[in-house]
């Protein structure tokens, strides 16, 4: 695991290819970052979230697909970019849909989450951040 270390940030960042096979691959990775950062109390939804990012970068987006860590001293951000020209968007779905909740449930799981426009227009960032004194303080 290649990780970056500026100052007290730490960075984990991966360019993946454009198939989906690789999100299940994907989720052991973070997994495994996120137990070496002391952090395996939000890993089963940090690890959804970041499955249910990339799975949207590589079926709606355009390749390179990067997935990243970020850690801080106040928070635990993914971001997954892609080049596709599309902004994600949240569906409204009935009940029997089978797909397209993939942003609610990001939603749900993390503090805060958005979408940032590449320079130049073409991609995007999507990301979702942990607020780890919240965790700490058990008000998830």
Known sequence: MPEIQDGGLRIVCWDLPGDLSMVGKTRVMVREVLTAWALSSIA???VLAAGELLANA????????????WLGAADLC??????????????????EAAHGRG???????????GVTRLPGGQGKTVWCRWDLSRIADGRA
């Open 44 to 46: 089963d939804d940090v």
């Open 58 to 69: 590589i079926v709606y987006g355009e390749p390179p697909v990067v997935l990243s860590l």
């Open 78 to 95: 993914v971001r997954v970019t892609d080049h596709g020209p599309g902004l994600p968007r949240h569906l409204d779905l009935d009940i």
């Open 103 to 113: 942003l609610s449930i990001v939603a749900a799981l993390a503090h805060d989450t």
